[in-house]
C-alpha cells in the first residue's frame, strides 16, 4: 500500500493510505476500415478505464467465426480483451461485469448494431439482450440484459 504523509499542525507526520489507481484494461479492436460507430465504441471504452488497440481489417467475418461467435450474432467489431472475446457494442457495465465474474464461456456478444447503444447514434427503443458464447457447440446463452 503507497502511503503519503501529511503534516500537521504541530510539525508531526501522519502516514495516510492513499486510493488505489484502477489498472487499465487492454484491449484488441478488430474493426471493418469503413466503421465509424467501432472508434466511437472504443473512445467509450477508453473513457471507460479502457486502452483499445484498434486494428483495421477486411476479414473481420473470418476473426469473429475463428473466435467463436456465433455467426448469427455477430456484432460490427470483435474485440480480445483479458482473455474473453467481446463482440459487438456492448455495455461496459457488462463488458467489467464479466471481467469480474471471469465465468467459463468464451465470450459475449450484443449482435447487430441497435439504436442507442454505445457507439452508435440514436435513442435506445427496446431491451438489448447479451449473449455468451463458447466454442463447443452449444447453444448461446443469455448473459445480461439492459
Known sequence: MKLTYVLTALGLAIATPLPALAATINAVMYKNPQCSCCEA???????????????????????????????????????????????????????????????????????????GAPGMGGEKTETWTVYAFTKDGKAPTVYATE
Open 41 to 115: 465504441y472504443a473512445a467509450y471504452l477508453e473513457e471507460n478505464g479502457f486502452k483499445v488497440d484498434s486494428k483495421p481489417v477486411n476479414n473481420l467475418s473470418e476473426i469473429s467465426s475463428d473466435a467463436g461467435v456465433p455467426a448469427d450474432l455477430e456484432g460490427c467489431h470483435t474485440i480480445m480483451v483479458d482473455g474473453y472475446v467481446v463482440d459487438g457494442l456492448v455495455p461496459v457495465e457488462i463488458v467489467k461485469k464479466l471481467l469480474t465474474e471471469r465465468p467459463a464461456i468464451t465470450g459475449i456478444t450484443l449482435a447487430g448494431m441497435p439504436a
